[in-house]
T-cell receptor, first 113, second 112 residues
Framework: NAGVMQNPRHLVRRRGQEARLRCSPV?????VYWYRQLPEEGLKFMVY????????ESGMPKERFSAEFPKEGPSILRIQQVVRGDSAAYFC???????????FGSGTRLTVV | QKEVEQNSGPLSVPEGAIASLNCTYS??????FFWYRQYSGKSPELIMS????GDKEDGRFTAQLNKASQYVSLFIRDSQPSDSATYLC????????????FGKGTRLSVIA
């Protein structure tokens, strides 16, 4: 019974490159949430998706960031033209949408050099 | 404005003592409350959920909810050094399909 799978665990990108983060939810979970965490900071909501739909993207910057959760395959968080300020841990979580708390993946630690 | 407030700590308690962690939230209509534990460099792990006023116990953990005063607490009995972590409070605000809002977390250090 696999949990939320995120990859890669660590990602290093040069300024201006693209970062692509993947998340496969718990089997049977149709709701995916992306959060960003800076050192010594809490989890900041970015985007909430269901299959093929973005439900809430109020926490995601309008420029350079996009997310999708296609009918088949993992959810993808894409950051174009990365800058040093994008360096953070990005966590994906999933649930059934019925409440009961989220299950988190192990995160992707993005470092922009 | 959806806000979840926690004292950032660090909160230091001796081994065997009771650790008390508190969280306040801004919306009186909130219905679901969660405590997560996060070890340094790791992902958050759900340890308690509470939905009704009063206490809920699970092993050494007790969550306490007071909706009238808009706070939720977590008590850890017989604290162990392995409990040293950051504890995140999360609240599900009531307006439609909204994601969990997290506090910044309280760092707990249990001293042997």
């Amino acid at each position: 019974n696999a949990g939320v799978m995120q990859n890669p665990r660590h990602l290093v990108r040069r300024r201006g490159q693209e970062a692509r983060l993947r998340c496969s939810p718990v089997k049977g979970h149709s709701h995916v949430y992306w959060y960003r965490q800076l050192p010594e900071e809490g989890l900041k909501f970015m985007v909430y998706l269901q299959k093929e739909n973005i439900i809430d993207e109020s926490g995601m910057p309008k420029e350079r960031f996009s997310a999708e959760f296609p009918k088949e395959g993992p959810s993808i968080l894409r950051i174009q033209q990365v800058v040093r300020g994008d360096s953070a841990a990005y966590f994906c979580a999933s649930d059934t949408g019925q409440g009961g708390g989220y299950t988190f993946g192990s995160g992707t630690r993005l470092t922009v050099v | 404005q959806k806000e979840v407030e926690q004292n950032s700590g660090p909160l230091s308690v001796p081994e065997g003592a009771i650790a008390s962690l508190n969280c306040t939230y801004s919306d009186r209509g909130s219905q679901s409350f969660f405590w997560y534990r996060q070890y340094s460099g790791k992902s958050p792990e759900l340890i308690m959920s509470i939905y009704s006023n009063g206490d809920k116990e699970d092993g050494r953990f007790t969550a306490q909810l007071n909706k009238a005063s808009q706070y939720v607490s977590l008590f850890i009995r017989d604290s162990q050094p392995s409990d040293s972590a950051t504890y995140l409070c999360a609240v599900n605000f009531p307006s439609g399909n909204t994601p969990l809002v997290f506090g910044k977390g309280t760092r707990l250090s249990v001293i042997a």
